[in-house]
């Protein structure tokens, strides 16, 4: 079994950083991309940000020159570092990591349990 615990959001003026992590731990082998996405009321889940094991990243183009993704192989984490937010930014991030676990050596999709960003105006 694998589980992703976030860390991190909460309430921030328009303008304002935040930083979120997020870390595997479990029955791991390997992870490779992760990713937060998040999801604002009434709209569908959409992808933020995301890490490949190599390093490549992938931003939305929404937050592309605001969002900084990193992620530590060795700690099997990711981090998503915020500034210059916006009120259109709130919304509940969730952790996303394709895991190759040590007993089935495949990958499967797992999600953190979500936290709440939002930014006031």
């Known amino acids: 079994q694998v589980q992703l615990v976030e860390s991190g959001g909460g309430l921030v003026q328009a303008g304002g950083s935040l930083s979120l992590s997020c870390a595997a731990s479990?029955?791991?082998?390997?992870?490779?991309?992760m990713g937060w996405y998040r999801q604002a009321p009434g709209k569908q889940r959409e992808l933020v940000a995301s890490v490949m094991r190599g390093g490549s990243r992938n931003y939305a183009d929404s937050v592309k020159g605001r969002f900084t993704i990193s992620r530590d192989n060795a700690k099997n984490s990711v981090s998503l570092q915020m500034v210059s937010l916006k009120p259109e930014d709130t919304a509940v991030y969730y952790c996303?990591?394709?895991?190759?676990?040590?007993?089935?050596?495949?990958?499967?999709?797992?999600w953190g349990q979500g936290t709440q960003v939002t930014v006031s105006s």
């Open positions: 479990g029955s791991i082998f390997s992870i490779n991309t």
């Open positions: 996303n990591a394709g895991v190759v676990s040590r007993d089935l050596f495949r990958e499967s999709i797992y």
